[in-house]
């Protein structure tokens, strides 16, 4: 467990920070793009369960403390990622998300159209921290392209942002409050 008895450190003073495993790096490194893109995101959802109760609060609940574990696992650079005393993303948080979304898009009706961002304050919300989840699987790509990346967590990410769209659709009284793109209306 971690424990803070104090806020500053003064060792990031210089531009640099430490990693997971001590490593010292600029606070620039693709590493920390992708886990502070992945705590953007974080945020952001902290944002929509205020607009929440019930089952989607629950399901915000556990990926916002998923989400640290994906930082805790994107912040200890390595090759393997079954140690078992390390902290990693794994095949089942995936697959619990794959099963979420496989619910509650059951009782969506087809798309017509793409959605634009809006509907409900919480589907609103929601789509702000999809669109920044899915910058962290970008900044997540880069990074792999040069170092190893947990394919579970890559996995995850990628899920994660299915999951977020289509729980704002069951948000927005399940697709009914959809706001959907009308192709050249304006024209």
């Known amino acids: 467990m971690v424990r803070l008895t104090k806020i500053y450190t003064r060792g990031g003073d210089k531009g640099q920070t430490s990693l997971g495993d001590g490593t010292r790096v ?3 490194d693709q590493r920390l793009a992708a886990y502070g893109t992945v705590d953007e995101a974080n945020a952001a959802i902290g944002v929509v369960r205020l607009y929440t109760t019930g089952e989607p609060d629950a399901m915000l609940g556990r990926i916002q403390n998923e989400m640290f574990d994906l930082g805790a696992d994107l912040a200890r650079p390595g090759e393997t990622f079954d140690a078992p005393n390390e ?5 089942s948080q995936v697959k619990r998300l794959e099963q979420e979304i496989d619910r509650m898009n059951a ?5 017509n159209s793409f959605i634009l961002p809006g509907g409900s304050i919480a589907a609103a919300h929601l789509h702000v921290a999809r669109t920044l989840t899915r910058r962290a699987e970008r900044e997540m790509a880069a990074l792999a392209a040069h170092e190893a990346v947990n394919p579970a967590a890559m996995r995850y990410i990628n899920r994660l942002s299915d999951h977020l769209f289509v729980l704002g659709r069951a948000l927005n009284a399940n697709g009914a409050n959809d706001v959907l793109w009308v192709p050249g209306a304006s024209r």
């Open 87 to 91: 902290l990693r993303m794994v095949e």
């Open 107 to 111: 009782s969506l009706a087809p798309l």
């Open 26 to 28: 600029p606070k620039h």
